[in-house]
């Protein structure tokens, strides 16, 4: 039996413009199973958005996964299981937030 492998990013966003729709870089993730995104507002700024979790067989066309709304300073956690080789962070900003920023780590674990 393989014993359980991880990979964390504790600034694979870091301080990101909330005022504005904001995307991940491309995380390859084809040896894993699940991924755990951490979404934090670090700032007093109020943005109201969706923030997802996407996937990718290709890199190119990306498919919503987990998702969760945003509507002030908060911190959301998305987990999903991985069943395409990429995934990554995408924020789709609603209204608001002038002055917000966010930041995002990842877990993933096979």
Known sequence: ???????????YISAGDASGDLTGSTIDAGQFRQVCMVAVNTSTGTPVANI??????????????ATAAISGAETNLLEDD??????????DHTSDGSGA?????YTLKS
């Open 82 to 91: 991985l069943y395409a080789r990429y995934t990554r962070f995408f924020y």
């Open 52 to 65: 997802y979790i996407q996937h990718s067989n290709d890199d190119s066309t990306w498919v919503n996964g």
């Open 101 to 105: 920023t966010i930041s995002v780590t």
């Open 1 to 11: 039996m393989n014993p359980v492998q991880f990979r964390n990013s504790s600034d």
